[in-house]
T-cell receptor, first 113, second 112 residues
Framework: GDSVTQMEGPVTLSEEAFLTINCTYT??????LFWYVQYPGEGLQLLLK?????DKGSNKGFEATYRKETTSFHLEKGSVQVSDSAVYFC????????????FGRGTSLIVHP | DAMVIQNPRYQVTQFGKPVTLSCSQT?????MYWYQQKSSQAPKLLFH???????NEADTPDNFQSRRPNTSFCFLDIRSPGLGDAAMYLC???????????FGPGTRLLVL
């Protein structure tokens, strides 16, 4: 079946540090890939997405590139802020399916001043 | 702004006492979802609607029921809450054929 594997958290960084959160996937078809962010006490919100191989999704300084050869969609940001502290979920949806996402377990990011 | 609204944000109930959580949306999306999220875990899909067509996940306990009286509203009923049902409950919507889901802020349920 389809699955998403994320790196274990929490990831703890100082402000302005470089961020990478790893995400790899297994899918039976050709998935679209997503990063959702969940701030404390809130629901999830879409951060970025990519729908085909080599696409790069970007938003709010975050980027992720759809790598079909390594089945990965790692999230990166060049300089994190305290306000980026949240839980980040990688997810996939297989095209032509039910549009129900498969989520990873989430990675907590803590950014210190 | 178009949005997904959940009420209440916090709900305290007693063991075995029925509780209803509500969700409304102004996005006019035809697909609505209910998720259960426990601490440090991914959201777990309970059920979803395509318009009024109800789809139950195979492992959703019978204790959980849902109603969707119209496009805008959806309810989650927990008939006899147990301590293990304490969680965040998230409502989400999506448009027909759209992959992106739009989440409400969630209702945190506490069972005493």
């Amino acid at each position: 079946g389809d699955s998403v594997t994320q790196m274990e958290g929490p990831v703890t960084l100082s402000e302005e540090a470089f961020l990478t959160i790893n995400c790899t996937y297994t899918a039976t078809g050709y998935p679209s890939l997503f990063w959702y962010v969940q701030y404390p006490g809130e629901g999830l919100q879409l951060l970025l997405k990519a729908t085909k191989a080599d696409d790069k999704g970007s938003n709010k300084g975050f980027e992720a590139t759809y790598r079909k050869e390594t089945t990965s969609f790692h999230l990166e940001k060049g300089s994190v802020q305290v306000s980026d502290s949240a839980v980040y979920f990688c997810a996939l949806i297989v095209s032509g399916g039910s549009y129900i996402p498969t989520f990873g377990r989430g990675t907590s990011l803590i950014v210190h001043p | 702004d178009a949005m997904v609204i959940q009420n209440p944000r916090y709900q305290v109930t007693q063991f075995g006492k029925p509780v209803t959580l509500s969700c409304s949306q102004t996005l006019n999306h035809n697909v609505m979802y209910w998720y259960q999220q426990k601490s440090s875990q991914a959201p777990k899909l309970l059920f979803h609607y395509y318009d009024k067509d109800f789809n139950n996940e195979a492992d959703t306990p019978d204790n959980f029921q849902s109603r969707r009286p119209n496009t805008s509203f959806c309810f989650l009923d927990i008939r006899s809450p147990g301590l293990g049902d304490a969680a965040m409950y998230l409502c989400a919507t999506s448009g027909q054929g759209e992959e992106t889901q739009y989440f409400g802020p969630g209702t945190r349920l506490l069972v005493l």
